[in-house]
């Protein structure tokens, strides 16, 4: 069936197929795959769906492709069974359900827009698609996974535009292209190809100018040591396994750390014990710090004397000498787990949920008041933890703060050797490219690596194997366009929605009256 003959003959079940294989392909584009070629052809199949679609059809099949979407990329959630049991398969289903409804709303609106703003076609359906994303990431229930632009992290000259515009500008480069190569399927005409190819060229011609360019100043280089860790979830979480994970994390520094080096990253709160509260473990690790004369960062978990029974999620900063210098809580906790759970106290007294929800430690993280650097002599560093490195709004935050390089530390045991682990890692090429800034990741379990300001990717672990990834890394000062301005795209974007659809709506009223 040639692209004339769906539209002539399209009926329910062949825009439901269309949904389906629209939200498979856009699934299989995202890291981990390696089929990125994919992003630029893989809505093609929900634009012939969305094609003269009435209002409840089009949400109908959007939502389908995204529930799709979601459920192929989140598969990984699975592995938390082994915390929440057949529950998670609840949990599931109502979170692949509710982010769809994102795609949902772009089918919807798309119908409305598709009968006005003809002209300007173009702009508004790549905007309306991008803004739907940036509303995805709002408030402490934000959640930013399967973005387009995920897509396109392995290759940085396409994805430089984002130190202007955020990732928010690849993503809408996507959107557009494969809009280019829909309206040239439907109509048949060469020049939609042409104008999707030159959309990617000049994407790689501005990507070429700005990988060549500095919009930061270079203030020094610095010899780094990621340490990175296998350990499973389940010991890390066991008390019992305390000095084992101790000597574990000691040799590992001891034995693979070799020759100067500046600075030693460890990841994510690496054990069941409060570190810089105990005097033992504490004096383990200074004394690590002063034998390789380098300053170190290490997560935790840690509690205050003047905020009794708060938890905070910590990176802390030991010198050279064995003192803590600085303390970053983590600020963003991941909404529904272990972190942040809304209502928990109530939900504990609830019959049906009462034996799951007290045997987990649900809820069990205090936020920290704000995104501060941890800031040493060599230089002042961003730690975003784990889930926040998923926001570019955090990582603008601390290098607007003075944050010279972006190095978060987490904890990916969680998922097992699953694709979670690659779509986590490309968030952090985005925030190097967006800030300007060199991003390390040192994880338990996960991807442990090193990307430089321009999102290349210098080096990086496989998950399985425990060791030390030695580098440089270079610090940097001044701000990119994108960490000066912030979402100035998303806004101007917005500001054209509004007018667009006001305009639909305004003349929909006067046909009906």
């Not at 973005?147 to 396109?152: F, G, I, M, N």
């Not at 986590?424 to 800034?437: I, P, S, W």
């Not at 701000?479 to 659809?501: E, R």
Request: glycine share 8%; aromatic share 14%.
């Amino acid at each position: 069936m040639n692209p004339t003959q769906i539209q002539r003959e399209k009926k329910p079940w062949l825009s439901l197929l269309l949904a389906l294989l629209a939200g498979t392909l856009t699934a299989l584009s995202q890291p981990g795959y390696g089929l990125d070629w994919l992003s630029a052809f893989s809505l093609i199949p929900l634009f012939f769906a969305l094609d003269n679609s009435r209002a409840k059809a089009a949400f109908f099949s959007s939502w389908l492709a995204g529930f799709v979407f979601f459920a192929i990329l989140l598969y990984w959630l699975f592995f938390l069974s082994d915390w929440a049991g057949p529950w998670i398969a609840l949990g599931y289903l109502v979170l692949c359900s509710y982010l769809a409804l994102y795609w949902g709303v772009f089918g919807w609106l798309y119908s409305v827009l598709q009968k006005s703003v003809r002209g300007l076609h173009w702009l508004a359906v790549p905007a309306l698609w991008v803004s739907l994303e940036f509303v995805r990431s709002l408030t402490h229930y934000g959640f930013t996974w399967g973005y387009l632009s995920d897509s396109l992290y392995a290759q940085p000259k396409l994805i430089q535009i984002a130190s202007i515009t955020g990732a928010w500008g690849v993503s809408f480069l996507i959107a557009l292209v494969n809009l280019l190569f829909f309206w040239a399927l439907k109509h048949r005409q060469v020049r939609f190809v042409l104008a999707g190819l030159g959309v990617i060229t000049l994407a790689l011609l501005t990507g070429y100018f700005l990988v060549n360019s500095e919009a930061t100043q270079t203030v020094r280089s610095l010899e780094i040591a990621i340490v990175h860790s296998h350990v499973n979830q389940l010991d890390r979480s066991s008390p019992s396994q305390t000095d084992r994970l101790v000597e574990l994390y000691a040799s590992q520094v001891e034995q693979s750390v070799q020759g100067p080096v500046d600075l030693i990253v460890l990841p994510e709160t690496i054990l069941p014990a409060f570190i810089l509260r105990n005097p033992e473990v504490f004096s383990r690790f200074s004394s690590l710090a002063i034998a390789k004369r380098a300053w170190m960062i290490v997560g935790t978990i840690d509690y205050r004397l003047d905020h009794p029974g708060a938890l905070y999620n910590t990176a802390a900063l030991l010198s050279p000498q064995g003192q803590l210098v600085s303390t970053y809580d983590k600020v963003q906790l991941v909404p529904f787990s272990t972190e942040y759970f809304p209502f928990i106290e109530r939900l504990r007294q609830w019959g049906p949920l009462k034996d799951l929800l007290n045997r987990v430690p649900l809820g069990s993280i205090s936020p920290g008041a704000q995104f501060q650097p941890l800031r040493a002599d060599l230089g002042s560093f961003a730690t975003p933890i784990c889930f926040e490195s998923i926001f570019a709004s955090i990582s603008r935050y601390f290098i607007q703060a003075g944050s010279q390089a972006i190095i978060t530390i987490t904890n990916d045991g969680w998922f097992k050797d699953s694709l979670a682990l690659p779509q986590h890692f490309a968030k952090g090429v985005f925030r190097a490219v967006e800030t300007g800034r060199y991003f390390v990741q040192a994880s338990n379990a996960g991807i442990s690596g090193i990307v430089s300001d321009k999102g290349v990717i210098l080096e990086t672990t496989d998950a399985k194997t425990e060791k030390t990834l030695r580098g440089r890394i270079v610090l940097h000062d001044g701000w990119t366009f994108y960490t000066s301005y912030g979402d100035w795209f998303i806004v101007l974007l917005s500001l054209f929605l509004a007018v667009g659809l006001g305009s639909a709506l305004f003349r929909t009223r006067g046909i009906t009256h």
